[in-house]
DNA sequence: GTCTAATGTGAGCACTGCTCACGAAACAGA
DNA sequence: TCTGTTTCGTGAGCAGTGCTCACATTAGAC
């Protein structure tokens, strides 16, 4: 049976088996530490090593190499973000969807800020010649997920307008998706769901990433107005609106 | 006299500063070369240098380090993407404001799809420790600058609702982009801009970071079906739109 | 108690960015 | 034309990286 995460770990059965899994959690937790610290690109299999006080070639025992313990801290930072999304969301009342939206984005924007380098290493450019691996893919759907949830919802409680119909093109385009929701959801709220995701995403990276310098200003309060007010203009091109943009 | 980017460089007097100004010109060639090629962070000095016959030493003579050189193609990379959207948004009608739209989306995305390793290097997440220098601002606000333009235009031909009221916290978010367009464009109009800007980054980005593997059908067709069709939705909730997003 | 497999060690390879002392060449001023 | 100053190319060297490998040690299985 293969391990997948979100998976409870065998309970080891030897000492040997106690011990690996041990010194192999010390690893995790240190790299986990240096890349919030210094960044993936500038994680050292070598400096975690002496961290633990083990001679570099040891790490390898553990691990196989660099870029396994990077996919690692992948999936680590998916289900933090994952997870932070889902509580924050789960708290609204079912029934104020946009409330639910926003509570959304905000969860996304603060893990972000502050776990800027987990959020770079997921969502930033990929490390070239790296391929995500299928272990990510579980973990990475946890908000795209929330988000289209939100929107299916809406629509099953009638509040919403009818799904628009779709050109024929552009609904076999997202058939990956649709196949994986089970072929029920129809094409334009899975569309809208994923907009709303791009959307969420881009302003969290042009923030994060800098883009924002000189165009919006620097503090905590401004920042937040602004991202609220992009995220309700977001929810407005939904259908998700409680009416205006303005507050 | 300070040299900026699009400012044509003196004439080189002596033998020397012409020998210099190649000599100059030719690492960045090879380093434009190696970046389309590895990506930003295997961009090695020492590579540049052997392919130029030259020792490592050699090149610090002419680019002082390895972030700087990562400057100048930063810079390369905003002026050869906003030169092509520039092209492009301005071959349509100028009353055409959701073709102009448009085509300057697909004009990003084409870029970035024939340019992957330099959109990720200015799209995508910083080098850690590295500050954006302020040459780039001016290259960088191009494609931005486009997009408002385009709202604005929209805007003074009267065939656009009024510019909404805007919360004032959220005005005064923005207060640099405002003083930076002279104070003349309504705070609204502004917001939209930028709203695209980001949406349009985020679809840009999603695609080709990855993010739509197992989402949306991997060929062409599929993938630019997709995007006109997102970006017809963003358009829309900036009120670019033609009536629907179905096409 | 023995035998095998897992684990830790340190040397080593090839690579990186970057510095520095050293000559050689090119330029500028007298 | 001669002299003095910059500028430039060279190669060695430092500190760091990922990763491999032969070797010793140790723990569990039989």
Redesign the interface.
Known sequence: MRQTAGMPIDAPRTARERARAEITAEILDTARIHLAR?????LSLRAVARDLGMVSSAVYRYVPNRDALLTMLIIDAYDGLGGAVETSEGAVARTDYLDRFLATCHAVRTWAIAHP?EY??I???????YA?PEDT?GP?SRV?VVLITIIVDLQSSGRAPRP????A??A??????SD?AGGQVPPDLL??G??S???????V??EL???L?????EGT???T??F???MR??A??LGLGSG????
């Open positions: 210094d960044g993936a690109a500038a380098q770079a290493l969502y930033g450019s990929p490390v070239p010649g995500a893919i990475a795209p628009a119909p779709v050109d093109g552009v076999a385009s997202i058939a990956p998706i994986f569309l809208r994923m907009a995701w791009s959307g969420l995403f881009g302003a990276s042009f990433y800098g883009h310098h000189n165009v919006v200003a309060a401004a920042r107005a602004y609220d007010h992009q203009r977001v407005e091109g205006t943009v303005a507050r």
